[in-house]
C-alpha cells in the first residue's frame, strides 16, 4: 500500500469516468489491457521458475536477491514519489514536466549510487556478510535507472489511456529477463545470469515504452527548469510526507533478505527468496486483481455516501479472501517440504521447511492487502504509517533476537510469528473502522479451517504413513475440488453468479438455433 492517498483520488477519476456512458466499453477494453499484461507476465515468471531453480544454486539466488533489496530502496527513491504526481495536472504540459523532473531524479540518484559501488563494493560484502556480491554491485546504478525510467513511462502512458503498451511492455519484460537468466548459464552459470537478465528485461521494456511515449514528443519539447520548479514546489508534499510511507514499506520486505544474510550467508537467503517469491507471486496476483475491483466500488459508494452497502461489500470480500485462500495454505502447510522438492528439486527442500513456518503470515497478508485500500477510504493514513513504522521494527527486532540465539528456522518462526500479531491487528482494526464485528470474521476463519482440516483428513493420514510423492499429489488434486464446492455451494453470490452463467450459455444455445 505504497501509494493508496493517491491512488484514491485517481480511482474517484476513474469512477465518473466509468459512469459516461460513452466511455464505459473503452474504459473495460484497457482494464482488460492492463489486467491481461500483468497476468501474463506473471503466469509466465511463475512457470519458468523451476527451470531456474534447476540452474541456479541457492547461493547464487541469495546473492540476486539481496542485489534485488540493495537496488529496490534505491528505485522506490529515485524519483522522490514524484512519479505519482504525472497524473494530477490539468495540462498535458505540467504533466510532461513533472514526468522530464522525475527522469532527471532519477538519472541523478544512478549517477550518485554509480560512484558509490566504486568506491564501497568491498565493505558493502563484508557487512551483508555475502562473499563474491561486490562484482555485481557494479549493475545497480543500471538498474536502478532502467526501472525507474520504466516508473516514470508506466505513469505517462497511464495518464494517456494507452494500457496495451504498458500490458506489451512487462510481457516483454518478463520474456526477455527469463530468456537471458536461461541463456547465460550457457557459458557461466553465476548470479551475473540472474542479475544480466533482470538489467535486461527493463531495458527492452523502457525501449518498447518509448514507442508509446514518441507521439508525445511535442509535449516535452515545452518543457522548462522554471516550470519544473514550479511543479516541483507544487507537489512537494509527495517527497515531504509520501516518501516516509514509502521508506518504510520499501525496506520492510528487505529487512529478511539483509539480516539472514548477515547471520547465516547469502544460501538461506536463497532458500526464503523461493519460499517468498513462489506462494506471493499467485497470492499477489489474486489480490492485486481483487483490490482493484474493490477499492473502485468502494470508492464509487464512498462518493455516493452509502455506507450501509460499503459495510456488505467489505464482508462479502473479505468472505471470499478467507474462503479461497485458507485450503491452499493448509496444502502447503501439509506437503511443503515434499511440493517444493518435486518442483523445483532436492537442493530446494529447505525452500519447503520455510514456507510452512511462513505460510500463516503469508496467508494474514493476502488477507489484508486488498482490504488496507480503507485506509485512504477512511482517511486514516496517518496510521498506516504508524503501523508500517512498528512493522518494521519488529521485523528487525525478530530477525536479530533471532540470529543472535538461534537457528534460521527459529528466526524465521520470531519474524512469522510478529507479522501474525501485526496482521492480525491491521485486519481487526480494518475490519472495525467498517463497523464489521470481529467475531464475525473469526467465525469465518474458524468455519472455512475447520472445512478445509476435514477435507484434508486423507492427505494428512496419507503424510503420516509416509506414502509415495505422487499419491500425495492424486490425493491433493482430489481434495482440492471437493473443499471449494462444499464452500461455494451454500454461498449465494456464487449461485448467483452460476446461474447468470447458466442462463448466458443457454440464451447462446437458442441463439445458435
Known sequence: ???????????????????????????IANVLKLVSGSVTAQIMGILLVPLITRIYSPEDLGIFQLFLSISGILIIFSTFSYQFAIMLPKTEEDSANVAFLCAILVTLT??????????????????????????????????????????????????????????????????????????????N???????????????????????????DLGVFKRISFKKMKEMAIKYKNFPLFSSWSTLANSISPQVPTFLLAYYYGTSVVGYFSLANQVVNMPMGLLGTAIQQVFFQKISEIKNGND?????????????KLILIGVFPMILLLILGGEIFTFAFGKSWYTSGIYIKILVPWIFLVFLSSPISTLYSVFDKQGVWLTFSIFLLISRVVALV???????????????????????????????NLAGISKMESVKILCKYTAIGMVVSIPLILLEVLSANFYVLLLAAVTITPIYYVITLHDDPTFKKIFSAFLVNVKKKKMGRL
Do not use: C
Not at 414 to 427: D, P, V
Open 189 to 215: 552459470v553465476s548470479p551475473l545470469g540472474l542479475i544480466a537478465g533482470y538489467v535486461a528485461g527493463y531495458g527492452f521494456a523502457d525501449l518498447f515504452m518509448l514507442k508509446g511515449v514518441k507521439n
Open 1 to 27: 500500500m505504497k501509494k493508496h492517498a493517491q491512488n484514491f483520488y485517481l480511482y474517484s477519476k476513474v469512477v465518473n469516468y466509468m459512469l459516461e456512458p460513452n466511455k464505459a466499453s473503452n474504459f
Open 401 to 431: 533476537i533471532g540470529g543472535t540465539y538461534g537457528s534460521a528456522e527459529f528466526s524465521l518462526g520470531l519474524f512469522s510469528f510478529t507479522g501474525i500479531l501485526f496482521w492480525l491487528w491491521n485486519n481487526a482494526y480494518l475490519l
Open 307 to 319: 455506507p450501509g452497502n460499503m459495510k456488505v461489500i467489505i464482508s462479502e470480500v473479505y468472505k
Open 110 to 187: 544512478s549517477l550518485l549510487s554509480a560512484v558509490a559501488v566504486l568506491f564501497l563494493p568491498k565493505d558493502v560484502e563484508h557487512m551483508l556478510n555475502a562473499p563474491g556480491i561486490s562484482k555485481y554491485l557494479i549493475y545497480i546504478p543500471a538498474i536502478t535507472f532502467f526501472n525507474g525510467i520504466f516508473f516514470v513511462q508506466n505513469y505517462w502512458l497511464s495518464r494517456k489511456i494507452r494500457f496495451g503498451v504498458i500490458a506489451g511492455s512487462r510481457i516483454l519484460n518478463t520474456v526477455s529477463t527469463k530468456a537471458f537468466q536461461l541463456v547465460i548459464p550457457i557459458w
